[in-house]
């Protein structure tokens, strides 16, 4: 049974950072690209960050130059660094599997990390 767990999240202001981890266990974590994705109240979950089998990265537009996507293929983690942090950027992480990073997600929505911005 695959399970992934999500953490890191919290409450920051507005330009501060985190960093979220997701471990992933039950598969062999090496044959999938990994993907973050965050879901705001009333929103759609959207696709923020990839990483492919190999390293490479995709980032959507709002995120660029922010956030970080890394693996640890050792551990089994994939990490989110978000630096300069907007109130928008407010929302549930959620992290899945992909079979490449112009995929779509594998896996259903689990626990996830809330991560609010806020004054």
């Known amino acids: 049974q695959v399970q992934l767990e999500e953490s890191g999240g919290g409450l920051v202001q507005p330009g501060g950072s985190l960093r979220l981890s997701c471990v992933i266990s039950g598969t062999i974590f090496t044959i999938y690209a990994m993907g973050w994705y965050r879901q705001a109240p009333g929103k759609e979950r959207d696709l923020v960050a990839a990483i492919s089998q190999g390293g490479n990265t995709k980032y959507v537009d709002s995120v660029k130059g922010r956030f970080t996507i890394s693996r640890d293929n050792a551990k089994s983690t994939v990490y989110l660094q978000m630096n300069s942090l907007r109130p928008e950027d407010t929302a549930v992480y959620y992290c899945?599997?992909?079979?490449?990073?112009?995929?779509?997600?594998?896996?259903?929505r689990g626990q996830g990390t809330l991560v609010t911005v806020s004054s």
């Open positions: 899945s599997r992909m079979r490449t990073i112009q995929g779509d997600a594998l896996d259903a």
